[in-house]
């Protein structure tokens, strides 16, 4: 019961977190990890993934009903995100992302630099591209990402808001939006490969979930109402706390 009830509050914050500005595993996947030292990654990274996907969706669904998005780019780009995360999470188990996670806060202090340096950047929602082109980087962005992931995960969420808003030139909100759609797909790809191995523990799953969707709902409430300004102050913190963690996984512990 100790277990169920810290994972379950841990599903919760996490929720809230990814709602807004991605970053979610940043909070669950660090109490997976303490609580069974043990157990193989493959299947915490599973069990994570079976528990967000809820709240990822809810969060996708939400965003959907109060923001227009352009579907023209949204839905070729889902079915890349898909076959991104379906690849990244075979890889999973075949090649070890050392290097991956060492580079990794390198990549996300670039992210930070670059969003408080530019104080404009996704205040505004101004497409820079044609159609075509928006959707080809669309397209794009979603199968590294995807592929990215199923690979290893930590800060996805963050990296599509991120591409979104400097690559396409979306504010904060309507890349958020996308975000949980598309992260939402790769979730899906990623947790279908986990379950083929057998890398998901069911039991934890229907708790975490629905605390997940609560989390979520509440994030994706305040996000709606408080707008682009509050999204971007809370992406700053998200990246700013992955850079912390991921420095520390790969240089200090």
């Given at each position: 019961?100790?277990?169920?009830?810290?994972?379950?509050?841990?599903?919760?914050?996490?929720?809230?977190?990814?709602?807004?500005?991605?970053?979610?595993?940043?909070?669950?996947?660090p109490?997976?990890?303490?609580?069974?030292?043990?157990?193989?990654?493959?299947?915490?990274?599973?069990?994570n993934?079976?528990?967000m996907?809820?709240?990822?969706?809810?969060?996708?669904?939400?965003?959907?009903?109060?923001?227009?998005?352009?579907?023209?780019?949204?839905?070729?780009?889902?079915?890349?995100?898909?076959?991104?995360?379906?690849?990244?999470?075979?890889?999973?188990?075949?090649?070890?992302?050392?290097?991956?996670?060492?580079?990794?806060?390198?990549m996300?202090?670039?992210?930070?630099?670059?969003?408080?340096?530019?104080?404009?950047?996704?205040?505004?929602?101004?497409?820079?591209?044609?159609?075509?082109?928006?959707?080809?980087?669309?397209?794009?962005?979603?199968?590294?990402?995807?592929?990215?992931?199923?690979?290893?995960?930590?800060g996805?969420?963050?990296?599509?808001?991120?591409?979104?808003?400097?690559?396409?030139?979306?504010?904060f909100?309507?890349?958020?939006?996308?975000?949980?759609?598309?992260?939402?797909?790769?979730?899906?790809?990623?947790?279908?490969?986990?379950?083929?191995?057998?890398?998901?523990?069911?039991?934890?799953?229907?708790?975490m979930?629905?605390?997940?969707?609560?989390?979520?709902?509440?994030?994706?409430?305040m996000?709606?109402?408080?707008?682009?300004?509050?999204?971007?102050?809370?992406?700053?913190?998200?990246?700013?706390?992955?850079?912390?963690?991921?420095?520390?996984?790969?240089?200090?512990?």
């Amino acid at each position: 019961m100790f277990e169920l009830a810290v994972l379950t509050l841990s599903s919760l914050a996490a929720g809230f977190v990814n709602s807004i500005a991605g970053g979610g595993g940043l909070v669950q996947l660090p109490i997976l990890l303490w609580m069974f030292p043990a157990a193989p990654p493959a299947t915490l990274f599973g069990t994570n993934k079976a528990a967000m996907v809820w709240g990822t969706a809810w969060a996708a669904g939400s965003y959907t009903r109060h923001v227009r998005l352009p579907w023209h780019a949204i839905v070729p780009a889902i079915v890349a995100a898909l076959m991104g995360g379906a690849s990244g999470a075979r890889l999973a188990s075949a090649i070890p992302p050392d290097a991956l996670r060492a580079i990794l806060p390198v990549m996300l202090a670039a992210v930070l630099a670059f969003t408080l340096l530019q104080e404009d950047l996704g205040r505004v929602h101004a497409p820079l591209k044609s159609r075509r082109t928006e959707t080809l980087l669309a397209v794009l962005i979603a199968a590294g990402l995807g592929c990215y992931d199923g690979f290893f995960g930590p800060g996805t969420g963050s990296f599509f808001i991120f591409l979104f808003v400097r690559v396409l030139g979306y504010d904060f909100l309507h890349a958020v939006a996308s975000a949980k759609i598309l992260n939402t797909a790769t979730n899906l790809a990623a947790l279908a490969a986990f379950a083929a191995s057998g890398n998901v523990w069911w039991q934890y799953m229907i708790p975490m979930a629905a605390a997940n969707v609560l989390g979520s709902a509440a994030g994706t409430r305040m996000a709606l109402a408080r707008g682009t300004g509050f999204i971007r102050a809370v992406f700053l913190l998200v990246v700013a706390a992955l850079i912390l963690k991921t420095g520390y996984d790969a240089y200090g512990g």
